[in-house]
């Protein structure tokens, strides 16, 4: 079966709208806050409408379905088109010098990484920083399954498109109709962005950094407006302990906040990635907080000194803070964790590889998957002894079909092959092996900040251009899981059937 490209560019397309009416936006806030590149925000935003318009208008005339095979070149190639149109604001603004530069920006902010080159935020126009924040909003969850809502008037059905962006092994689906799925997430993803950004304004921040930040801790993603991250707050404790619960809501699968706003607790009780999600929260924040406390001097690698509350206090919410924001990897940073002690540093670098909940904006490996791991490992010992015993592996109380189980197994192994290729091919450019390790793990998580030159303190300018292009890569592959992008590179994806 040939592929439909009509269909593929008419979608296209329609992303390519809603990216020039995001630019809009962008520069009505550029508008507002008189910061001189209105004009050119503008006209980025135009183009682009017009380039989607024209695309949508010449392939009007195309099959309504779209297959599988379709949905993986849609979702993929959604991603590209929309991080090379959205380079646009940059390039017109010169706010960001060369086009890799720009593009590398722009991929991060839409795979949700948080990895920036630029050396001051703080001297960006108003409406550059908010279209940067505006990008991680929009791939938070998905521009895909934003238009999968509207689908309907163009008379498509999108469950392939859902199935190929959704994030973890599977696509929990709250309602029969997947557009209305996807209407009930972006609905919960809304209000939790205008309930963090309303909190962050009453605890101190101003508007203008409020809503940025609102919109980079429910995507995940870790852009901020200030050049030390969320430590310019380490005065204002209040701020930080918010941020830290809109990152672990944004790190647990939103198809629980659904049944949370239904009042079915019990399923979130029951949930066993729930479950699982907290307990490693609580007890690598303990862990980290007691070396903290007995061996680290937060202060000496924090931009303010912290000790507002007592060091107990001090030493918890760094530990919590760092925990939740590599976890789920948003990327915020309270203080340069790498400066605290080489066991913290390595705790730290382990936690890259863990990912928050399926069904949630984070990035990386995801919970269930390694519970997933870790049964079907236990169970091994049961199958040695009982070579002719079936057993199962059993998640949220019901068998788990053996395919997912391999899907799963797959999946792991791709993860570390790509992690150590990423990790050689950045070593190729003479990055120290710290570092190498550190950006792969960073930029195939998403998670933003990584290690040695490419710490939490420092940014990705130092990069050359051709590492860039790799790292925009790995953010592209982790953040729509690995086979969305990589079945594209097999002989059979393309044959004719």
């Not at 570390?416 to 120290?432: C, E, T």
């Not at 086979?483 to 004719?496: G, K, Q, S, Y």
Request: charged letters at 10%; one cysteine or more.
């Amino acid at each position: 079966m040939k592929l439909n490209y009509k269909i593929i560019f008419h979608f296209l397309g329609l992303l390519l709208l809603f990216n020039g009416g995001f630019m809009l936006l962008s520069s009505l806030v550029s508008f507002l806050y008189e910061d001189g590149v209105t004009s050119q925000i503008f006209y980025a935003g135009i183009i682009t409408l017009i380039i989607g318009l024209i695309g949508m208008v010449f392939t009007r005339n195309h099959k309504k379905e779209i297959n599988k095979r379709e949905g993986y070149v849609v979702v993929t190639f959604g991603w590209i088109i929309m991080s090379l149109s959205g380079t646009l604001p940059y390039i017109l603004t010169q706010s960001i010098p060369g086009f890799s530069n720009a593009f590398f920006e722009t991929m991060s902010g839409y795979t949700t990484t948080g990895a920036s080159i630029l050396n001051d935020i703080e001297a960006m126009p108003k409406g550059i920083l908010f279209w940067r924040s505006l990008t991680h909003w929009i791939g938070g969850m998905g521009i895909i399954v934003l238009a999968i809502a509207i689908l309907p008037l163009l008379g498509i059905g999108g469950m392939q498109l859902f199935a190929a962006e959704a994030p973890g092994p599977s696509g929990d689906k709250l309602h029969p109709r997947i557009t209305d799925t996807a209407k009930r997430l972006w609905l919960i993803y809304f209000g939790y962005t205008a309930a963090e950004t309303i909190l962050l304004q009453v605890a101190g921040m101003s508007f203008f950094d409020a809503i940025n930040h609102a919109l980079c801790t429910l995507s995940t993603g870790g852009f901020s407006t200030k050049n030390a991250s969320v430590a310019h707050w380490n005065g204002q404790p209040v701020i930080q302990y918010i941020i830290m619960l809109f990152m672990f809501l944004a790190g647990t699968n939103f198809v629980l906040s659904y049944f949370a706003f239904k009042g079915r607790v019990q399923k979130i009780i029951q949930d066993e990635e729930f479950k699982l999600y907290f307990k490693f929260i609580a007890v690598f924040t303990v862990i980290g907080a007691l070396v903290i406390y007995f061996g680290a001097d937060v202060s000496a690698s924090s931009v303010d000194h912290p000790m507002v509350l007592g060091e107990g206090e001090s030493a918890f919410r760094h530990s919590l803070f760092q925990v939740l924001a590599i976890i789920t990897t948003t990327g915020f940073v309270t203080a340069d964790y790498t400066m605290w002690t080489p066991f913290l540093m390595v705790f730290f670098f382990g936690l890259m590889f863990l990912g928050g909940s399926a069904g949630s904006t984070s990035g990386g490996v995801k919970v269930v998957r390694h519970l997933i791991l870790i049964k079907n490992g236990f169970l091994e010992f049961k199958r040695t002894l009982h070579p002719n015993a079936i057993v199962p592996v059993r998640y949220n109380k019901k068998a788990i079909n053996r395919f997912i189980v391999f899907n799963v197994l797959a999946f792991f192994i791709l993860y570390m092959l790509s992690f150590i290729i990423g990790s050689l091919v950045f070593s190729m450019f003479d990055i120290d092996f710290k570092s190498a390790i550190g950006l792969s793990a960073s930029t195939l998580g998403n998670v933003g900040p990584a290690l040695g030159d490419f710490g939490p303190v420092n940014n990705y300018a130092p990069l050359p251009p051709l590492a860039k292009w790799w790292a925009s890569f790995l953010m592209l592959i982790g953040r729509l899981e690995l086979f969305t992008v990589l079945i594209l590179f097999t002989p059979f994806f393309w044959r004719n059937r």
